[in-house]
């Protein structure tokens, strides 16, 4: 039988042999190191368990990018409790329910957040204990913080519990329509679709027990890593999970805001060897910057920059490795429900085309009916992931069977993502269904229109939605968000979409907003952008 992980065995095991003196946390001046992690994180799991906190009781994270949301993580797992991430963007009523929904009884807050909690705790009885923590701009520790002074008062020595792979961590997506729901992984399950250990990309194998990956760990060099999306969200916080469980050093900005002199400055500070992001959102304006000082930033020590959620463009990663020609540029084309459906992989030899993916090694591509879709039919299908998959969705069986489903005998995960598989056995995105965009008859995705649009150079972002229309039934209507000091009449857009896309595909309507406000992960939020487009098409008719 396959060893079976859990974060709680890994993290009491790492600590015996990780240098003291390593950084694992570092926050702007902030550095926690090791030897001090692993006795904060002690402290920190026991307080949860003080509260009268149960083995598998939820810890909620409401909280921007901080070393305190990961103590919590870890405090979270060797007290055997379920992590909760919480969008800090939510108004009372979405936190009432996803606190409620999660059954959270715990929950850790910043400081910034602290006049809503005060709105909503008496609506939420369930919450044995409230953890306020500084707020994310601190650069230095707050000794006389309530957060500190729990530390101080809790006994620090390790844990004597019993972990399971059994064992949850929560990632709440929002998704594009609905409340939040819960995505459940074992630990188990996690620990293993991200490699066990092992990195397949660069064919390192996963190992097969926990001496194995202590002895591996011993051996090669530790990971810094630096998520540039909020940890609230899921490529942010496996990034940060990923670090801390290979005795690795965490960096996380000081800013409420992305800043890319900031992300630039901790690269060259620290020798950053991973870099995550979402797409362009972070790509582009760290290109700008190096590109404004080279001589300023050395990225050299990078030696991945991850992107997953959102396509990334291929003129910004050229752009990157014109100042690190040893860069591995990936796409993860992943999503919180299903790991691992497939990645694009550009270097300096070897360029990609957009929307672009080689199928994952657990994927297969099925139609509606769940019928297999054959490489170059030139049909079109969601994408499928089968292996390590999550449990479901919390408390929601309707969800949970629309998304997992069992085709001949065998389990998959299909969030919803349909592509083209082509003779070579490669994908190209076509997008979500949720969005897709029926024109005059044809399907039509978003995202390969917002991929053809933004390939003209005055085009800084953009966004593609459909608008009902009596002639052509739904309206195909991009939203450009234009490059500082440029301007471009709107056939002239239309006109360089052509060259990627069939004409049915080109957009009917162009309009131009100075920011397409997308969220700190990079995502749109497609329902106010639609809204932009009618007001903007409103005032064409009248």
Request: with cysteine.
């Amino acid at each position: 039988m396959a060893y079976q992980w859990s974060y709680g065995d890994i993290l009491r095991e790492i600590a015996k042999v990780i240098p003291a003196e390593r950084p694992a946390l570092i926050h702007g001046r902030r550095v926690i190191n090791h030897a001090d992690f692993s006795t904060r994180t002690n402290s920190l799991a026991r307080a949860f368990l003080d509260s009268g906190a149960l083995p598998g009781d939820k810890v909620a994270f409401y909280m921007r990018n901080c070393p305190e949301y990961s103590e919590g993580i870890a405090a979270a797992f060797k007290a055997n409790l379920t992590h909760v991430n919480v969008n800090y963007r939510y108004i009372e009523h979405e936190l009432i329910y996803l606190f409620d929904n999660s059954d959270a009884s715990i929950v850790m807050f910043q400081t910034e957040f602290r006049e809503t909690v005060d709105l909503i705790r008496e609506q939420l009885p369930k919450i044995k204990l409230w953890i306020e923590v500084v707020d994310s701009e601190h650069e230095d520790p707050v000794e006389e913080s309530p957060y500190e002074l729990l530390l101080e008062r809790t006994d620090s020595s390790p844990l004597d519990l019993t972990y399971s792979p059994d064992d949850l961590l929560f990632i709440y997506t929002g998704g594009t329509t609905g409340m939040p729901k819960g995505v459940m992984w074992r630990h188990d399950d996690l620990f293993k679709v991200m490699g066990a250990g092992g990195n397949p990309r660069i064919g390192i194998p996963p190992c097969t027990d926990l001496d194995e990956f202590i002895t591996r760990i011993q051996q090669q060099p530790a990971p810094i890593n630096l998520p540039l999306p909020p940890m609230m969200h899921g490529t942010g916080l496996i990034s940060a999970i990923g670090a801390m469980s290979a005795g690795g050093t965490c960096i996380t900005l000081p800013s409420r805001r992305f800043v890319p002199e900031q992300a630039l400055q901790a690269i060259h500070r620290h020798s950053v060897s991973a870099v995550t992001i979402v797409g362009d959102a972070f790509a582009r304006p760290m290109l700008e910057a190096l590109d404004e000082q080279p001589e300023q930033y050395d990225i050299s020590s990078v030696k991945i920059i991850s992107s997953s959620g959102v396509m990334w463009t291929r003129e910004i990663k050229a752009g990157l490795l014109r100042h690190n020609e040893n860069l591995l540029l990936v796409d993860g084309f992943s999503s919180s429900e299903a790991i691992g459906l497939g990645s694009s992989v550009m270097t300096k030899e070897e360029e990609i085309e957009v929307a672009n993916f080689t199928l994952g090694p657990n994927c297969k591509v099925f139609t509606e009916e769940g019928i297999e879709v054959l490489p170059g039919s030139n049909e079109s299908g969601m994408v499928a992931v089968t292996g390590n998959l999550p449990v479901g969705y919390y408390k929601d069986e309707q969800k949970t069977a629309k998304t997992f489903k069992t085709i001949n005998g065998i389990r998959y995960s299909i969030p919803g993502d349909w592509v083209q598989v082509r003779a070579d056995g490669t994908l190209t995105l076509l997008g979500r269904g949720s969005n897709c965009i029926n024109t005059a008859g044809e399907k039509v995705f978003p995202e390969e229109v917002e991929e053809a649009m933004k390939m003209h150079p005055t085009v800084d972002d953009a966004l593609v939605v459909g608008i009902n229309d009596a002639k052509w039934g739904q309206a195909i209507t991009a939203v450009v968000q234009l490059k500082p000091g440029e301007y471009c009449e709107p056939g002239e857009l239309r006109e360089s979409c052509r060259e990627f896309l069939a004409a049915y595909k080109s957009p009917k309507h162009i309009f131009v907003k100075d920011s397409l406000e997308r969220a700190p992960n990079g995502k749109a939020d497609y329902k106010s952008i639609k809204l932009f487009a009618e007001t903007q098409l409103a005032k064409q008719d009248t």
